[in-house]
């Protein structure tokens, strides 16, 4: 059974910073691709940025040159840097993995709620 744990976020001011983490478990060796999405409020889920295995990465234009997404394939895990949150980056945010390149399958963690607020 594959569990995405995250970690980090909360609530910080509009031009602060948060960082994110989540790490993947469950008999894994490797994970193909890790990634981020957030849902705010009344909105559907959408891409924040995500990474493969070989260190290629794709970023929403909203987050671009403000985020960056990284990872550990050691530890199967993704790290999101955020800075300068913007008020409309209010959202959960979700982990999400998929395990193999032929892979329609997504994992996703539980979720972490980031505040963006003075």
């Known amino acids: 059974q594959v569990q995405l744990v995250e970690s980090g976020g909360g609530l910080v001011q509009p031009g602060g910073s948060l960082a994110l983490s989540c790490a993947a478990s469950g008999g894994i060796f490797s994970v193909y691709r890790m990634g981020w999405y957030r849902q705010a409020p009344g909105k559907q889920r959408e891409l924040v940025a995500i990474?493969?295995?070989?260190?290629?990465?794709n970023y929403a234009d909203s987050v671009k040159g403000r985020f960056t997404i990284s990872r550990d394939n050691a530890k199967n895990t993704v790290y999101l840097q955020m800075n300068s949150l913007k008020p409309e980056g209010t959202a959960v945010y979700y982990c999400n993995a998929r395990l193999t390149t032929y892979s329609t399958t997504d994992h996703w963690g539980q979720g972490t709620q980031d505040t963006v607020s003075s």
């Open positions: 990474i493969y295995s070989g260190g290629d990465t």
